[in-house]
Structure formats: structure tokens, C-alpha cells
């Protein structure tokens, strides 16, 4: 099986600008996770998604949302980014039929780095 | 307020050499994970706990839900095991994260 893919890579934006990013999962897998890590505050919960829903959120403004599609695929968007959004945005994805997604195996992808100047 | 504590922060060790890496939490939780992030950001889990005790290979987890604790110990460590390990803990609806503990395992 492919593992978790994230689109782009790499990114360089602008203050004020927006972002989408893109995070295709393992075949079969429902629930998809979002993540920011920073060198100030390390690993931080965003969102997860489980059947084009928003099942359980971490503590983020609404400049940072998502969306699920049908084939499970998951984009996330962040508006009027300032220079704290720069980071690595990881995605994972589970089974997630258990409801609990912490109690599911998570697969990362390898993360977008996103700069913003 | 940190819900969950890793120690140490850093460690470097003689290749052989048996290493523990320790994570304290202070939240109710679902599950404890255990991550392996090396150079370059691709994470992998090793381990998901919620009770008792897994074993990997060379690397084995314990959790005690009672103390809130859990340590993940690597046996004859080996170069390759260079990375950063995470502690994550999930509640049911959040993920907490701790900061990490890199380690370097000198051949």
C-alpha cells in the first residue's frame, strides 16, 4: 500500500496571503489528522476530519480550517497568514472506525514546510 | 501548563548502550503513543498504549495509568536509533504532545 502523501513539499508565502495544502491517505483509511510543529512549541493537534466531518479540533483560530472529500482526501487552508504560521504541517491517517482517534495507529506523511515571509 | 513532560531532553549514548526515556502526563487519557521523528520530519509510530506493556524489537513501552507515566526503553542501542522520540497522549478528542527527547547514539 502507498503511504500518506502531502502536497506540496515545500511552500514559500507572504504575510496576508492564504495556503491550501493537500494530504491523500493510506487506501482504506477514513480519518484523516492535521498537525503543526514549530521549534517554539513543537507538535500541535489541528484538526481531525473522519467521513468529510470535522470530528475533533485542537486549539487553533479559525484562520486554520479543512475539509474532507469523499474519497477521504483532506485539504487545509490558512488565511491571512502571519509569520507564526511558518512550520511543518504534518497529516496522518488512521482507520479511525473506533471514534477515538487517539486510540487508532497513526501514519504520517512527510509533512509540507510552509515559510511565510 | 505542559500536559505532558518528556526527560531527558537530550541523550547521547555509547552504541549498546540501554536507554530509557520517560513521559509524564497529567491529563485522562485514551491511548499514549510513542514517536520516532528522524532528521528531515518523517514521523513513525511505535507504539500505542493503554495499558501494560509492548515489546518491538529491541524497543519495549510501559505505561502505568495509575502514575500517569510511561517509559520507553531501547537494548543495545545502535546508531540507527539516532532521532527525536515523541510522547503523545490522546484524551478522545484532543492530542497532546510532549517536546521530544533527542537522541545520539555514538558508534
Known amino acids: 500500500k502507498a503511504g500518506v502523501t502531502q502536497t506540496p513539499r515545500y511552500l514559500i508565502k507572504t504575510r496576508g496571503q492564504q495556503v491550501t495544502l493537500s494530504c491523500s491517505p493510506i487506501s482504506g483509511h477514513r480519518s484523516v489528522s492535521w498537525y503543526q510543529q514549530t521549534p517554539g512549541q513543537g507538535l500541535q493537534f489541528l484538526f481531525e476530519?473522519?467521513?468529510?466531518?470535522?470530528?475533533n479540533k485542537g486549539n487553533f483560530p479559525g484562520r486554520f480550517s479543512g475539509r474532507q472529500f469523499s474519497n477521504s482526501r483532506s485539504e487545509m487552508n490558512v488565511s491571512t497568514l502571519e509569520l507564526g504560521d511558518s512550520a511543518l504541517y504534518l497529516c496522518a491517517s488512521s482507520l479511525g472506525t473506533g471514534g477515538d482517534p487517539s486510540t487508532d495507529t497513526q501514519y504520517f506523511g512527510p509533512g509540507t514546510r510552509l515559510t511565510v515571509l | 501548563k505542559n500536559e505532558v513532560e518528556q526527560s531527558p531532553q537530550n541523550l547521547t549514548a555509547q552504541e549498546g548502550e540501554f536507554i530509557t526515556i520517560n513521559c509524564s502526563y497529567s491529563v485522562g487519557i485514551s491511548a499514549l503513543h510513542w514517536l520516532q521523528q528522524h532528521p528531515g520530519g518523517g514521523i513513525v509510530s511505535l507504539f500505542m498504549l493503554s495499558s501494560g506493556k509492548k515489546k518491538h524489537g529491541r524497543l519495549i513501552a510501559t505505561i502505568n495509568i495509575q502514575e500517569k507515566h510511561s517509559s520507553l526503553h531501547i537494548t543495545a542501542s545502535h546508531p540507527r536509533d539516532s532521532a527525536v522520540y515523541i510522547c503523545a497522549v490522546g484524551t478522545g478528542n484532543q492530542f497532546y504532545f510532549g517536546t521530544g527527547t533527542s537522541l545520539t547514539v555514538i558508534p
Open positions: 476530519y473522519f467521513s468529510e466531518t470535522q470530528r
